[in-house]
Structures are given as C-alpha cells and as structure tokens.
C-alpha cells in the first residue's frame, strides 16, 4: 500500500525549489523561515475567512521586501507555510503535476509575495504561469 507523502518530504521538495531558484533570489528567499504543517491554524483560517481548511495550500506571512522599512520592528521572522493535506489534495485532484511540481508552483507563489514580483516575474521563475 502506498502511503502519502510526509510533511518532512513536503518540506525537501520545497528547499530543493529554493535550491533551484535564480542565484540572484537565493540568499534572500534562505532568510525566510519554511514551515510545513498538515492544515492552517485554526486562527490563520479565521483571519482570512477561509471556512474549509483544504482551500489554502501556502501562506506567505511577514512584510513583503518592497514595502520593508529600517523602522519596522520586527515581530518574528517572514514566513512561508505549506499545508501539506491541501496540497497532497490538489495534486490527486489535478493528476497532470507532479508532487514536486506542484510544491514548487505553492512555494514560488508565496515568494513572490515576500519579493513583491509581478506575473510577468513569476512567470520568469516559474513555467506554470505561462
């Protein structure tokens, strides 16, 4: 019998993704803290309405660098989460992708949320938004 990936497989798939990433965007994207939990928080399905907790993959939390300033306080480091149920969910779901394509789809799109990228960047990093 098979069995569903692992939130510590989930989270390999997503560093080697940020292995991946053009040299330029690497050091940067490294001081973001990668978390993988099976769902949302409770209070993270709250704050944005989200009833079902299979409709959120990702989450970029913390202050996109475009709009950082030095009198910021920080109140912990940025953030990426991926919801490794949701995704595992959308990948039986699609039957096209693959699991390690899918994850970088997720993660690429919460990075550019921290980097403040246009479609027309993400697009350059990442094919599927072609």
Known sequence: MARAPSQSEIERLARRALADLPLAFRP??????????????DWMLDEMGIT???????LYDGIPMTQKSVLDQPQGP????LFR??????WADRGNVSLEELVRHV????LAHHFGWSDD???AIDRWWE
């Open 28 to 41: 940067a994207a490294r001081e973001v803290a990668l978390r993988v939990e099976d769902f949302a928080p």
């Open 52 to 58: 079902e907790p299979f409709e959120l993959t990702g």
């Open 78 to 81: 940025d953030t990426i989460w």
């Open 85 to 90: 149920r949701p995704i595992l969910d959308e």
């Open 107 to 110: 993660l690429i799109h919460e």
């Open 121 to 123: 960047d993400i697009a």
